[in-house]
């Protein structure tokens, strides 16, 4: 006869974004067929892994490989609330700095508009989930997806569940997860590969300007990585005001 292993979870912040709403903000009672580690039950009611930060049993602090035993009181906290804790166990090592991303399929004006800032941000419309997650494990990036279940692969050391759907929240989201409002360097990056780009002689790259163009501009970067060409035309102001509001809603409280 198979040991049944009875034990309560409660989760804290926005990890209750991935409970089913009967169970968000309350104890939640389970009944496991064995003495599974703790991370199976807080994956199987749909929280990914990378988005925890912290867990306590019983009100000590353990780590993913903790077997539960009848009885536990399992507490799972995101990285918001960590602060309020006396001690915990850190669940991996520290984000790697600079913070780097790779981003899935559905994430390419959020990819863009991380370039825009200055962030190293891999994306193309064509990796798969094996890809991705292959991509974070071995450059240590943060994966940005909106696919818990991608989030959920075991070499995924790094990720975040992005919420919202409009881009501009998500790039605020991003930022603020992360604490990179001060790491904000626009222009630095090219917005079609994610190469850095540079100063560049008007005469290198004038056989590839408009006429409107070369008549009236005369400072211009390049991508070092697939040749765009960039000048400050009558788009950056707005570009420099979606950066402006970005910041400060980044610097806002949430």
Known sequence: ?????????RFYGDLNDFLSEKQRHTVIALQLAEHAAVKHPIEALGVPHPEVAAILVNRRPVDFSYHLQDGDCVEVYPQETTHLLRQHFPLRPPTPLPVRFVADTHLGQLAAYLRILG????????????QLAEITAQEQRV???RDRGLLKRKIVVYGYCVREVDPRQQVVSVLRRYRLSAC??????????????QAVDKA??????????KRYYDEFQQCTTCGQVYWRGSHFEQMAAFVNSVLAQVDSCP
């Open 204 to 213: 290198d790259v004038i056989d590839r300007l408009e006429p409107k163009t």
């Open 143 to 145: 994966l940005l997806t």
């Open 184 to 197: 904000v360097q626009p222009w630095q990056r090219c917005t079609h590969c994610n190469g850095l780009v």
């Open 1 to 9: 006869m198979p040991i049944m292993v009875r034990v309560t979870c």
């Open 119 to 130: 962030f190293d941000t891999l994306y193309r419309n064509d990796y798969d989930d094996a």
